[in-house]
């Protein structure tokens, strides 16, 4: 079973950045698909950014241009860099794994809140 860890939540104001990490165990990460999601209070879980084994990066439409994903394979870790940040960014980020006929996998979820 693959373990993925966040970190890097927090509360920030307007136009502030947070970065956050996510850590998944397993020799096989330099495959993995990886991806960034966040959840707000009544609304479904939306892709935010995501990764795939041979670098290609998709963001959604409304990060583009303020958030920046970058993974590193010696460390089985993917980053998320966050500027500019909006009220409207706040949401508990997942970050998920996954691996064609391996599975997919999940973290705890980190908050963060943008608020004046």
């Known amino acids: 079973q693959v373990q993925i860890v966040e970190s890097g939540g927090g509360s920030v104001q307007p136009g502030g950045s947070l970065r956050l990490s996510c850590a998944a165990s397993?020799?096989?990460?330099?495959?993995?698909?990886m991806g960034w999601y966040r959840q707000a209070p009544g609304t479904q879980r939306e892709l935010v950014a995501g990764?795939?084994?041979?670098?290609?990066?998709n963001y959604a439409d409304s990060v583009k241009g303020r958030f920046t994903l970058s993974r590193d394979n010696a460390k089985n870790t993917v980053f998320l860099q966050m500027n500019s940040l909006k009220p409207e960014d706040t949401a508990v980020y997942y970050c998920?794994?996954?691996?064609?006929?391996?599975?997919?996998?999940w973290g705890q979820g980190t908050q963060v809140t943008v608020s004046s």
């Open positions: 998920n794994g996954r691996l064609t006929n391996q599975g997919s996998w």
């Open positions: 397993g020799s096989l990460f330099r495959l993995y698909y």
């Open positions: 990764i795939t084994s041979s670098g290609t990066i």
